[in-house]
């Protein structure tokens, strides 16, 4: 099963190392990772998405709560949350025709093209990874110069909050 | 306050810490730590020969006394010489705080002259590293290494010190912190009081219980009140190759290791408990042969200070996060209270099978199928010459496992060998650490001619400082270990197990300055080894020819239940 994790790490040279040290160490598999500060300027938040069973995501969090400069991990996937992935998407769009029909698809999955040449556009798209992965299979019949994805983000639902 | 440079702050840091003894070598980037050290005297400094050996030293010191061993090497190649010896420690959980000497900071990239990068290097094999960003960190860097190692489940902590940061003068205020405050780690004190009770209350209803003791017992100093909980129930006892020594080696509950090379009654025992009590065993593969296969009429107590070792490779019905020491010391308390007790009828009966299993094997092996003597005569003979309390540091291989079938310990940390990552080359050094810091005990190093050549140019250290070990290699003139897995899955194809060109080790040992012996024959051996420990100032080295043909069991079948075991070449459960 599909598991997200979410680490608030010391904003500390290494620490990072050390999370994605653990994962290959341990033969824990790596979906996505994105990582970034967090208003408290010590801390830094890290997800991260991985595939396996009970026993192995159960281990995933016990060894990850043990690196010394990890400060608190949840299970996402445990509770209710919302998770969220940006995209930016290079097409070829050197036709009406093309350029019509990606527009419509875009319109239709809420994303925006945020740069346009003469032969291309760019769409930028927010959403769970699901729906990012169906807007491409939606494209299919478009010709893709290039994906960025930023990895997944996620929060828990209500009042439920991971800090300090 | 006083002024010191980086170099002063970590010697006196060390000493703050209560260090009296590090193991090291010296080279270009650790060279202001090595003239700090030379203007002082409250620390003391022994030069190894390969920076390997000082991470042993300084782990088996730890061992033994359960408090942090320091060892000191340069950059580069003396770091990487180390790696060995941080992996040996941290699969064995041992405190120990490794100080690598780092190029200058401003190097640290560029490929400088002996640059490793040994954060990056040591990181799957520490419990936590720290790199010196700037020479006021010193202290607090050393506070939190030896808070980190020791506390927790200890392990390893490598502190990295580019050698800008060391530089003599310039100087900075020192104060060493009187304690230490993680926001990210805090090892738990003691257990959940609600699932003790389950435990208790699960235990106190088997009538085939059986606990199971391993290395956190040891490490957690919890042998006496592990003792006092099985005299109190009258359970047997097992115990991993870790916990030698937890319950005493002679105590009739005791039922020896289980495991890959465990006793046959042990191994029984644990295949037909109803209820098994894990005190600080982590289930390790060589304990549990298949999985799948494991015990399967038993429900599983498990205790540990680290939440990472339950249910990992056996599930916990209850699992129990904690210091051993505190668990036992709780868990007595429920049982002196309770009005509840395991039912006798159902624990004599228990007892009664397992007195036919010790019948049965029982740890014979044959002495009349070789005119050489039998490795585990010698062990015996050690067991008998030392009244089963000296500290056995050992290497690896059968000369291990026959020590640890063989040697029957009076007292916990004193079975002294690298289980988790299997170091040749772990016995010398390790006997040595042991002896400097407890001269008036009988330190034995058993090893095979395989293992000790891995560290052998330790001999001169022990000439130098005077470190009068006794060395016991059983000689089978063949890495034996490797050597019995050709003959039992190879169809003896011994590829690479021989040696034909060993040292006359007498000779060898006396130009290093001690004492050698070769024992040829049974009958010659007691007294040998009489003579050799009577021999109190002098290292002493023991040559002992054993069969080659041996092989050491019981050995279990790979990927069967705990109770499919070889008995010997032709018998099989
Ligand atoms: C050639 C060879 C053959 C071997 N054969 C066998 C064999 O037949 N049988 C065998 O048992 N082993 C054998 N081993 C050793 C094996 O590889 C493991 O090292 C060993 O089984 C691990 O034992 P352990 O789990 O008790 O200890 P450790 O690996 O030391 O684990 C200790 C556990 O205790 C926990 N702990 C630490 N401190 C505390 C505390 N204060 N309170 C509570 N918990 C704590 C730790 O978190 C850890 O989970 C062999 C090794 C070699 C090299
Ligand atoms: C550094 C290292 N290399 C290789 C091994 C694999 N190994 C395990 S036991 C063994 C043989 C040990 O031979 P010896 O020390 O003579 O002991 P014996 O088994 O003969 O008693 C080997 C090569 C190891 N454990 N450690």
């Known amino acids: ?164 | 306050m006083e002024l010191l440079s980086g170099a002063e702050m970590v010697v006196r840091a060390l000493k703050d810490e209560g260090v009296e003894n590090i193991y090291g070598y010296p080279g270009g980037s650790v060279l202001h730590l090595y003239d700090a050290l030379f203007q002082q005297e409250d620390v003391k400094h022994i030069l190894v020969r390969h920076e390997q050996a000082a991470t042993h030293m300084a782990d088996a010191y730890a061992r033994a006394t359960g408090k942090a061993g320091v060892a000191l090497v340069t950059s580069g190649p003396g770091a990487t010489n180390a790696v060995t010896g941080i992996a040996t420690a941290y699969m064995d959980s041992i405190p120990m705080v490794v100080i690598t000497g780092q190029v200058m900071s401003h190097l640290i990239g560029e490929d400088a002259f002996q640059e490793t990068d040994m954060i990056g290097i040591s990181r799957p094999v520490v419990k936590h590293n720290f790199s010196v960003q700037h020479p006021e960190e010193i202290p607090s860097i050393i506070k939190k290494a030896f808070h980190i190692a020791q506390t927790g489940r200890p392990g390893p902590v490598v502190v990295d010190i580019p050698k800008d940061m060391t530089n003599p003068t310039d100087r900075y205020p020192y104060e060493y912190p009187k304690n230490v405050k993680l926001r990210s780690y805090n090892p738990v004190n003691r257990g959940h009081a609600g699932q003790i009770k389950k435990a208790m209350d699960l235990f106190l209803t088997a009538k085939r219980p059986v606990i199971l003791a391993g290395g956190g017992v040891v490490i957690g100093h919890a042998s006496e009140e592990l003792r006092e909980l099985i005299h109190l129930t009258n359970v047997p006892c097992t115990n991993t190759l870790m916990a030698l020594g937890a319950l005493a080696g002679r105590d009739q509950n005791n039922v020896g290791m289980l495991g890959m090379h465990g006793s046959y009654e042990a191994n029984m025992v644990m295949h037909h408990a109803d209820v098994i009590l894990n005190i600080g065993a982590r289930f390790d593969d060589r304990v549990t042969n298949g999985t799948d296969k494991f015990c399967p009429t038993a429900k599983i107590i498990h205790v540990d200070i680290d939440p990472a070792s339950i249910s990992k490779t056996i599930r916990a019905d209850i699992p129990i996060v904690g210091p051993a020491k505190n668990v036992l010391d709780e868990m007595l308390a429920i049982v002196k209270a309770s009005n509840k007790q395991l039912d006798a009828e159902a624990l004599k009966s228990w007892w009664e099978q397992i007195e036919e299993w010790r019948g049965r094997h029982g740890g014979r092996y044959r002495t009349d199928d070789s005119e050489l003597m039998k490795p585990q005569q010698v062990i015996e003979t050690l067991d008998m010459v030392t009244g089963g309390d000296a500290y056995v540091c050992s290497d690896v291989g059968q000369h291990q496992m026959y020590a640890a079938q063989y040697y029957k310990f009076n007292h916990p940390n004193r079975w002294i060998n690298s289980g988790g990552l299997g170091t040749m080359g772990f016995g010398l050094p390790a006997a040595m650490g042991v002896k400097l810091n407890f001269p008036e005990a009988d330190v034995a190093c058993v090893t095979g001619e395989g293992s000790i050549q891995m560290n052998i140019q330790e001999l001169s250290t022990c000439n130098q400082y005077d470190i009068p070990v006794k060395v016991i290699c059983l000689n089978n003139q063949s890495l034996g270990m490797v050597r019995q897995w050709q003959d039992m899955n190879y169809e003896s194809r011994h590829s690479q197990s021989y040696m034909n060109s060993l040292p006359d080790f007498v000779k060898l040992v006396e130009s290093y300055g001690h004492v050698g012996m070769k024992v040829d024959k049974f009958s010659d051996l007691e007294a040998a080894m009489r003579e050799a420990f009577a021999l109190k100032d002098r290292l002493v080295f023991m040559d002992v020819a054993v069969d080659p043909y041996e092989h050491v069991y019981p050995m279990q079948v790979p990927r069967g239940s705990m109770r499919d075991m070889w008995l010997s070449k032709t018998e099989r459960t």
Request: aromatic letters at 4%; hydrophobic letters at 40%.
């Open chain 1, 1 to 164: 099963m599909r598991h997200i994790i979410s680490v608030l790490l010391e904003n500390e040279p290494g620490a990072l190392s050390r999370v994605v040290g653990l994962f290959s160490q341990r033969n824990f598999n790596i979906e996505s990772l994105t990582v970034a500060p967090t208003d408290d300027e010590t801390l830094s938040r890290l997800t991260v998405t991985t595939q396996g069973d009970d026993r192995v995501v159960e281990q995933i969090t016990k060894q990850l709560n043990k690196l010394i400069d990890v400060v608190k991990v949840v299970d996402l996937t445990e509770g209710e949350h919302i998770e969220r992935e940006l995209m930016m998407i290079k097409l070829k769009a050197n036709n009406g025709t093309v350029r019509a029909e990606i527009k419509r698809t875009a319109d239709i999955f809420r994303g925006q093209v945020i740069d346009a040449t003469q032969n291309t556009f760019t769409v930028q798209l927010i959403g769970s990874s699901s729906k990012l992965d169906a807007f491409i299979e939606a494209l299919s019949g478009a010709s893709i110069l290039e994906v960025v994805r930023s990895g997944v983000s996620g929060i828990a639902r209500g009042e439920k909050v991971l800090s300090l």
